[in-house]
């Protein structure tokens, strides 16, 4: 859970392109006033899966790509301590979401768990349980970490984390052996997150040091690109064949700053993979379609 910011001046932009951009709809709905994930359905179409921050119940809402709300789920089974990122995904013929319990302002968590759970085939209210969940930690300490991405091909989720820098990209097993205890496992660190000068940190001291933190990420429906958020900037780092992810992240990605949102936290590829949807954690949000 981040606080409010305010966008900051001062990072250079000669290596950035403009996306191409487009409202889709808009958030209103009081009970999604902290949206901070976001992952297009497989199953149900022009459908997005959202979910809200720490502090809020165990749902699931299931919203328009106009930001109209169309259901909520309740989710059975687990403890909620701070969601911050959803994934979709296709396995055996079946379409999963991945909830990531994940985020630790304070590293201090000492574990920290990934939930599976298989879209319903009905957009009605209703309960939800997961289908089987992922017990981790990281390496060497605490961090926080807001953004993830799952890899079936390599039976991997992605994991970046926020306050470091460079971001690192870290890696769990999808399906895991047992029901033991992972440890991540770190693939590399993401090139060419844009860092605000020091005039401009000095200009904008509490809002200008966020712009490059890790809020999102998701990994376009063919496996060919991962996309990050910032709370300022899109980065998208493509992948060769027989390309590892830590090899992909290492190189400069392609650049875009991110249009006007109320604190930047939600990112996913649409079904298709033609774009990106994007929005905020406040509402009124915009909800964007994201043409890269």
């Not at 009081?30 to 459908?47: C, K, T, W, Y």
């Not at 939930?115 to 085939?121: F, G, S």
């Not at 999102?216 to 590892?244: C, K």
Request: glycine residues 8%.
């Amino acid at each position: 859970m981040a606080v409010a910011l305010a966008v900051a001046a001062g990072c250079t932009r000669s290596s950035e392109e403009q996306p191409g951009a487009r409202p889709s709809g808009l958030l209103l709905d009081p009970q999604m006033n902290e949206i901070s994930g976001l992952a297009a359905s497989r199953r149900h179409r022009d459908v997005l899966w959202m979910h809200d921050d720490g502090g809020n119940p165990e749902r699931l809402f299931a919203v328009s790509d106009k930001g109209r709300r169309l259901a909520t789920f309740g989710v059975e089974g687990i403890v909620k301590t701070d969601w911050e990122d959803i994934a979709a995904f296709e396995l055996d013929g079946r379409d999963y979401l991945l909830i990531a319990d994940t985020g630790d302002n304070g590293g201090l968590r000492h574990t920290l768990q990934l939930h599976v759970i298989e879209e319903p085939a009905s957009l009605q209210n209703a309960r939800l349980q997961p289908v089987w969940s992922i017990a981790f930690r990281w390496p060497d300490g605490a961090r926080d970490c807001e953004a993830v991405a799952v890899d079936v091909a390599r039976n991997q989720v992605l994991l970046v984390s926020k306050k470091r820098q460079p971001p690192q990209l870290f890696a769990v097993a999808l399906r895991p052996a047992g029901t033991g205890l992972q440890t991540a496992v770190q693939l590399g660190e993401l090139a060419g997150v844009p860092q605000m000068s020091e005039p401009a940190l000095q200009q904008a001291p509490a809002s200008g040091r966020y712009d490059s933190q890790v809020t999102a990420a998701d990994i376009s429906p063919d496996g060919r690109t991962l996309a990050v958020m910032t709370y300022r900037y899109l980065l998208l780092y493509p992948r060769a064949d027989r390309e590892d992810w830590g090899t992909a992240v290492s190189r400069a990605p392609q650049l875009s700053e991110l249009p006007w949102l109320p604190q930047a936290e939600a990112l996913g590829w649409s079904a298709d993979g033609d774009a990106l949807y994007a929005t905020g954690e406040f509402v009124p949000a915009p909800l964007y379609r994201i043409t890269p």
